[in-house]
């Protein structure tokens, strides 16, 4: 395994058994306040610090790594599954249900993606499902355009021509030929989509439209503490630290330089 994806592997390996065990594994709670204990810098009772309400920084570090990845695997998820499908759907098909699926894709697109779930958030303001549907909406366009493209040619290959004259059936060629053709171009997409998921939730609870206070979220957590900055410099630089770190982690565990095409 190269380093790079070596260094990123075990990043993601840290940042997701961070997520699993969550404050709850310290006996920590993110939410509790503190006033007496404003801004403390890190100690052995609090080891990232408190923030400006005394709440504990490694409690609510935790709280927010469980939330954005949680929610940006589950948009991803369900963004890859409808997309993919459809995308195979049209590619063998062909006719109305490909050109049905292309438009509909082609509607999502016509909308900016930012600007859908920012609609969504209007509607559900703080609601952490708003912000899911947004962004798996956006995402599966990518999946339909990927996976109906290189299906195409797949379907049309020798290897494939030839089980279809051997009589086997449409499972056993998807098994065998399209999807191991097309695993890579998903997980590339899907790491794409992690990371856009990711810096998405933070952006958007940056400028108060996404989740909303006292949710423990690294976005919502740049705003609360950007005015302490010079006081306390070492808060606001572990969200943005955590989100850096996530995002550079994706990309080298998945040996990513540009988008599949």
Do not use: N
């Not at 961070?18 to 310290?26: H, I, K, N, Y």
């Not at 920012?118 to 599966?140: F, H, N, R």
């Not at 097309?182 to 856009?196: C, K, N």
């Not at 206070?213 to 606001?236: D, F, K, N």
């Amino acid at each position: 395994m190269p380093l790079a994806r070596g260094i990123g592997v075990t990043l993601l390996l840290i940042l997701g058994l961070a997520a699993l065990a969550g404050p709850e594994s310290f006996a920590l709670d993110p939410a509790k306040q503190s006033l007496r204990e404003t801004l403390q810098p890190p100690s052995a009772k609090h080891v990232f610090g408190t923030d400006h309400l005394g709440r504990d920084m490694a409690a609510r570090m935790l709280a927010a790594t469980r939330l954005s990845l949680s929610l940006a695997f589950l948009a991803v998820i369900s963004a890859a599954i409808p997309g993919v499908a459809l995308g195979i759907l049209a590619a063998w098909r062909g006719g109305l249900s490909e050109r049905l699926a292309g438009a509909l894709a082609d509607a999502i697109l016509a909308l900016p993606g930012l600007l859908l779930v920012l609609m969504l958030a209007a509607i559900a303001p703080g609601s952490w499902w708003a912000l899911y549907v947004g962004i798996a909406l956006t995402l599966w366009v990518e999946y339909f355009r990927f996976t109906r493209q290189r299906a195409r040619i797949l379907l049309a290959s020798p290897a494939i021509e030839a089980s279809r004259l051997l009589g086997f059936g449409p499972s056993h060629i998807l098994r065998r030929h399209v999807l191991p053709e097309l695993l890579p171009g998903i997980v590339t997409l899907a790491a794409f989509g992690i990371a856009t998921s990711v810096t998405a939730m933070a952006a958007l609870g940056f400028v108060s439209v996404g989740l909303r206070p006292p949710t423990a979220e690294w976005g919502v957590m740049m705003t609360q503490l950007l005015p302490y900055w010079r006081e306390a410099p070492w808060l606001i630089a572990q969200p943005i630290t955590c989100l850096v770190v996530t995002v550079l982690a994706v990309y080298l565990a998945t040996g990513l330089t540009t988008r599949p095409t």
